[in-house]
């Protein structure tokens, strides 16, 4: 899909006038004076979180942003593969892939030995490793993820639109558990400066919110009101970014390219959609002692000129730049991303108490790095989206509120995860580039080391390495041996199914929607799923009707079967051995006014699946044959536990632990 030809237009590539392509215009309303969830920025992080709980009319929810409307261009691109999955669970994953620069391969460059003044091809690498996910790692511009999720908010049962041009001035605390936050914003004009009303004092509105979560980036108005710090050290080293339009003979245009030259320092070629921008991220001068980046005054004809000598002998002829900007790099946390622990009262120390969290900070408000590993926008996503399910689960009524607490135990450990990978990175990246003269700096490093640290964090940076410990929502992994494939505590790696209603192929996968349920999904033994004496249909009896399965105990008399869990089962035979009417009934569940059959539950294997050398997903995934498995997959596409599919004590000691059973 090629656009972008005559220059950077925002909005959707796939409208052909101007006018149309820009997100509908913003209404002017108040915002409202008593919420559920306040969510405070409408950047990635916050959108995600806004989107997720847009799903469920009953949650009240507002979102205000101190821009004046949506972004329009610039600031982050990178998509990892762990987030298209997380797009996947949200509906459109397939139009990212259709509009994206998909990330194939990584080219490195390097100072040619023979001249170290000109630079030359090293190597080039395979960006993802095969059979990691199903989906690409891509490049798109941040600007068109935020419409994506705004469409998805327009169209959720809630209709939620943010609340634009609000300026957090003051929030409260709540001091008692019944106590809600309460969040004073000043109208902003155009201009940035407050909007005074009739009476000649700035028009001023208050939130009431039972839960707030500020997603308002690196100088989170939230996370100062709280009290919070971010914690940690900058480098020193500033780096300019443009997207631009210009004409080059630099063979690698097109990939992404990893370049560094002997003496002007390095930069990293980032292919855009459409065919003909691209972005360079550019190396610059070191910064002195207590300097900060403003103090240089970089202009865009600076960053032209730098990039121009680190491609030397390649030119640059530079046509147009869509956007820039000048950042130093620093890797910052804080100690938690809620509000437990925090005196209230205005002290400066900490206290410690057992309060339950009722203030969130989520993405670049609790964790800060550079952007060389292309996970700023990705982990800020994936916070919220760990924290969303959480909160709806809560005011739903579905689990107590100490669920709340698994938000900062989770996140805020791979948060101090990734500084740490990111700082090594960044260090490796800007240091001197050793050539093996005896002149060569003693910090200087090789080219070749850089690449090796890229390629061993690969799992890393595609965001599929995270893995959550042991928890009251994730299980010891005592019965990982029946599905090794299905690591406890990772996200559930899809794999080709055939359903068997209809032969169509699907992944299973792509069922763990964002909707706030639980998937229980049911891998058969070796007897037949449809003899009453398999593992696999007295466990799907046991589900559907004894009343200490979590189905019964936590699904509402008056609600759908699987409004909470959503049951579904993986047989051994293909779809041509098996009849659908023939197996459990929780697997052909009735639902909705009319009573209507759900024929979707049931999948069979696909021998068919490309590269997967005749192997279904049971030998993918390291199923036990034999004796099948239960694996129980989290609202955000965690893997929660393995249970044996004679294991139903287990499965409801497990949540018991956090969710509340119906009377």
């Given amino acids: 899909m090629q656009f972008h030809l005559d220059g950077y237009r ?20 108040p915002l409202p004076a008593n919420v559920d969830v306040l969510v405070v920025g409408c950047g990635p992080t916050g959108l995600t979180l806004a989107a997720q709980l847009a799903a469920f009319p009953e949650i009240s929810v507002a979102i205000a942003d ?16 762990r987030s298209m999955e997380m797009f996947n669970a949200f509906g459109f994953a397939q139009r990212i892939q259709r509009e ?34 199903e989906f690409p790692h891509v490049i798109l511009n941040q600007a068109r993820v935020h419409d994506h999720f705004l469409e998805t908010m327009r169209n959720s049962p809630s209709g939620l639109t943010p609340h634009y041009s609000r300026r957090l001035a003051g ?30 004092k700035p028009e001023i509105e208050e939130v009431r919110a039972r839960y707030v979560i500020g997603c308002d980036g690196a100088r989170s108005s939230v996370r100062k009101q709280m009290g919070r710090i971010l914690r940690g050290d900058a480098t020193n080293k500033a780096w300019g970014v443009m997207d631009v339009f210009a004409v080059t003979d630099f063979p690698d245009i097109r990939f992404k390219s990893i370049v560094h030259s002997a003496n ?143 938000y900062t135990a989770e996140r805020q450990g791979l948060a101090r995860e990734l500084i740490d990978f990111d700082r090594e990175l960044a260090t490796m990246f800007s240091a001197p580039t050793k050539t093996g003269d005896p002149t060569d700096d003693d910090d ?33 992994p005592v019965h990982q041996h029946l599905a090794t494939g299905f690591e406890v505590g990772t996200r559930f790696h899809s794999a080709r199914v055939v359903r068997l209603a ?43 009707n004894d009343p200490h399965s979590p189905v019964a105990r936590h699904t509402p008399p008056d609600a759908a079967i699987d409004s909470v869990f959503d049951v579904r089962g993986v047989i051994q035979q293909s779809h041509a051995e098996v009849t659908i009417d023939r197996l459990p009934p929780i697997l052909r569940p009735t639902k909705g006014r009319l009573g209507l059959v759900d024929y979707e539950k049931v999948f069979c294997p696909d021998f068919t699946e490309p590269g997967a050398g005749g192997r279904d997903i049971f030998d993918q995934r ?23 599919l004679d294991g139903g004590r287990r499965l409801t000691e497990f949540f018991d632990r956090f969710m509340i059973p119906v009377t």
Wanted: aromatic share 8%; hydrophobic share 40%.
């Fill in 502 to 544: 209809d032969a169509k192929p699907v992944h299973l996968g792509h069922t763990v929607t964002a909707d706030g349920r639980w998937r229980l999904f049911v891998f058969a033994d070796a007897v037949a799923p449809d003899d009453p004496d398999s593992r696999f249909a007295a466990m799907c009896r046991w589900l559907a």
């Fill in 171 to 200: 929030l409260d605390l709540p001091v008692d558990p019944d106590d809600p936050a309460v969040a004073r914003f000043e109208r902003i004009g155009s201009d940035r400066e407050p909007r005074v009303g009739a009476d000649g």
């Fill in 264 to 406: 002007e320092g390095g930069l990293i070629v980032i292919p855009r959609e459409g065919g003909y921008m691209f972005r360079l991220y550019i190396e610059l001068d070191k910064l002195d002692a207590d300097e900060r980046v403003a103090d240089r005054n970089i202009t865009v004809d600076y960053l032209i000129a730098a990039g121009q000598r680190i491609l030397a002998p390649y030119t640059l002829d530079m046509k147009e730049v869509a956007w820039w900007s000048v950042y130093e790099i620093g890797q910052r946390l804080t100690d938690r991303f809620d509000d437990v622990g925090l005196d209230i009262h205005g002290s400066d120390t900490e206290v410690a108490d057992d309060r339950l969290p009722r203030v969130f900070i989520a993405g670049d408000a609790c964790h800060t790095h550079s952007p060389k590993a292309g996970q700023g926008m990705n982990v800020s996503m994936r916070d919220s989206f760990n924290l969303g399910w959480k909160l709806a689960a809560v005011l739903r009524g579905q689990a107590r509120p100490e669920l709340l607490h698994t």
């Fill in 66 to 81: 101190l821009k004046s409307g949506p972004l329009q261009v610039g600031q982050a691109d990178g998509i990892a593969v």
């Fill in 10 to 29: 925002p909005g959707d590539p796939a409208v052909s006038r101007a006018d149309e392509a820009l997100p509908p215009p913003v209404t002017e309303r």
């Fill in 444 to 476: 200087a490093v090789d080219p070749a080391e850089f690449q090796r640290y890229f390629q061993q964090h690969g799992r890393f940076t595609a965001g599929t390495a995270t893995k959550y410990q042991p928890s009251m929502i994730v299980g010891e």
């Fill in 622 to 644: 390291g199923v036990d044959r034999h004796a099948g498995a239960l694996v129980v997959v989290r609202p955000d596409q965690h893997v929660a536990d393995v249970v044996p």
């Fill in 100 to 133: 994206a620069y998909w990330v194939n391969e990584t080219v490195f460059w390097r100072p040619d030995p023979d001249d170290p003044k000109r630079i030359r091809r090293s190597d080039r690498i395979q960006d993802v490793e095969d059979g990691l996910s």
